[in-house]
């Protein structure tokens, strides 16, 4: 069966420094979202993608964040000075879109870890 | 209009037992209901979901009951397992999701 993959699984950076966690959707899916997940807290929404441009972001997406999709498979999140704060595990999710269960289903990856020291 | 709060925060039950958690949300636009099921260290998982135009929806032990009026749903587990001891999440949708706090659930052998 189709998954999200991840990687890395975990990364640890110091303060200040550039990440970029990648993520390979499942492969006909269209719609693209970066969650997070803070130790112990719920999982909150960051931003989706969809037809190679945002679609919607959350007010924790400022000016730091950045997605991308560099190619046909990879979608990537990229925080360009890492605050100890941005410490979470990352979670990325695709789905295939149109109406229906199929559609609105949302898959999840297994996560990276971001530890920020 | 975002917020979503679920009930109970945590919850033990012995095998075979039924737990019951509870979702409630504001925002009118959700236009899906899933329930997630995450173990540590995974992902979360889709368990089962419901669409706004249906009552209850069950698949294998698990039931879901929507009001809509209410702006309410529930998760039921029917003949709980200890492998079912995870935390579950509700997450309506309207585009994204918005994940309530989660439930620890953990089923007692």
């Known amino acids: 069966e189709p998954e999200v993959t991840q990687t890395p699984s975990h990364q640890v950076t110091q303060m200040g420094q550039e990440v970029i966690l990648r993520c390979v959707p499942i492969?006909?899916?269209?719609?693209f979202y970066w969650y997070r997940q803070i130790l112990g807290q719920k999982v909150e929404f960051l931003v989706s993608?969809?037809?190679?441009?945002?679609?919607?972001k959350s007010e924790i997406f400022d000016d730091q964040f950045s997605v991308e999709r560099p190619d046909g498979s990879n979608f990537t999140l990229k925080i360009r000075s890492t605050k100890l704060e941005d410490s979470a595990m990352y979670f990325c999710?695709?789905?295939?879109?149109?109406?229906?269960?199929?559609?609105?289903?949302?898959?999840f990856g297994p996560g990276t870890r971001l530890l920020v020291l | 209009q975002q917020q979503v709060k679920q009930s109970p925060q945590s919850l033990i039950v012995q095998k075979g037992g039924i737990p019951i958690i509870n979702c409630a949300y504001e925002?009118?636009?959700?236009?899906?209901f899933p329930w997630y099921q995450q173990f540590p260290g995974k992902g979360p998982a889709l368990l089962i979901a419901?669409?706004?135009?249906?009552s209850e929806k069950k698949e294998g032990r698990f039931t879901i009951s929507f009001n809509k009026s209410a702006k309410q749903f529930s998760l039921h587990i029917m003949d709980s397992q200890p492998g079912d001891s995870a935390t579950y999440f509700c997450?309506?949708?309207?585009?994204?999701?918005?994940f309530g706090q989660g439930t620890e659930l953990s089923v007692k052998p």
């Open positions: 925002n009118t636009a959700f236009d899906y």
């Open positions: 993608f969809y037809n190679n441009e945002i679609s919607e």
């Open positions: 999710a695709s789905r295939v879109g149109g109406r229906g269960e199929r559609g609105e289903t949302q898959y």
């Open positions: 492969s006909n899916h269209l719609y």
């Open positions: 997450a309506p949708q309207g585009g994204k999701l918005i």
């Open positions: 419901i669409r706004p135009d249906v």
